[in-house]
Every structure is written in C-alpha cells, then in structure tokens.
C-alpha cells in the first residue's frame, strides 16, 4: 500500500526538520505511541497500541532515519511486531519545502503488513493507515504552531 499527502505548517522549514527530530514531540503526535526511545541521531525504539477494526495490538518495533539531504528530504524506514496480530514494515520520504515563513510537509509512505492484520482486507487496513498518517500530520502541525 502507498499513500501520499501534503500538510502546510506556519513554520520556517529548519523548524519543521527539529520537530521532525524530536522524540518527545513525535512520541506526543504519533497515535497510540506509548513510548518512544532515541538510540541515535538516525536509531528509534517506539512501543505503539493501535487498533485496526476488530484487531488491537501493541507493536514494538525500531526506526531508522536516513538523511538523504537534510533538512529538505530524508527518509525514514521502520519494521515492527505486533505478536500474535502479526508485523508491519513500510517507510517514508519526507521532503520540506519551504514557501515563504512556511513549510510544505510532502510525503510518500509505504506500508506492509503480515498475520491477523493482513487478513482484515487491504480496503480496512489502508483507510486505518489514511487515518492515522492525517491524524499524527495535524498533531505535528498544532505542535510546531504552538511552539512557533
């Protein structure tokens, strides 16, 4: 599955980038993220509960950034287990553009999931995933403003 999406956030891109690089406010904007560890400028460690119809799991699992050429574009890879729910793997590329005192937030993001997870049917799983990527990209948005 592949899902792509643009946010604006009232924020200069070096600004946006930090964010981007600060587990505490990604632990804050990822849904269902219980913990989230830095192991390293590009190693994170995350424990996430989500619930994907009928299915509810907690995935442990690790990240790892790639800055291909920061802060314009990078990306991100992880992989976790959800146990008896099953895995999930995917990344993402990030690229921020700048546009005034603004920034363009775009992203790629594919995904790939195993187990119980998968058998719930794609149609389920995607418009879950659409849900939680527009759900952490508003959060990290109010967090930047704010902080702007």
């Given amino acids: 599955m592949e899902l792509q999406d643009e946010i604006r956030i009232e924020a200069p891109r070096s600004k946006?980038?930090?964010?981007?690089?600060?587990?505490?406010?990604?632990?804050?904007c990822i849904p269902g993220c219980e913990e989230l560890v830095k192991h390293s400028d590009t190693e994170l460690e995350a424990m996430v509960v989500l619930k994907i119809g009928p299915v509810k799991a907690k995935f442990s699992g690790n990240v790892t950034l790639d800055p291909i050429n920061p802060?314009?574009?990078?990306?991100l890879n992880g992989e976790g287990s959800g146990g008896i729910a099953g895995f999930a793997k995917g990344g993402a590329e990030v690229e921020l553009i700048e546009d005034g005192d603004e920034t363009?937030?775009?992203y790629?993001?594919?995904a790939d999931v195993g187990g119980k997870i998968a058998q719930l049917g794609s149609r389920?799983?995607?418009?879950?995933?659409?849900k939680l990527a527009g759900k952490f990209f508003e959060r990290f948005a109010e967090v930047i403003n704010e902080q702007s």
Avoid at 16 to 28: A, F, M, S
Avoid at 71 to 75: L, Q, R, S, T
Avoid at 124 to 130: H, I, N, Q, R, Y
């Fill in 16 to 28: 946006v980038y930090e964010g981007l690089n600060d587990p505490e406010i990604l632990q804050e």
């Fill in 71 to 75: 802060p314009e574009k990078f990306a």
């Fill in 104 to 106: 363009i937030l775009r």
């Fill in 108 to 110: 790629t993001a594919k």
């Fill in 124 to 130: 389920l799983v995607t418009s879950t995933s659409k």
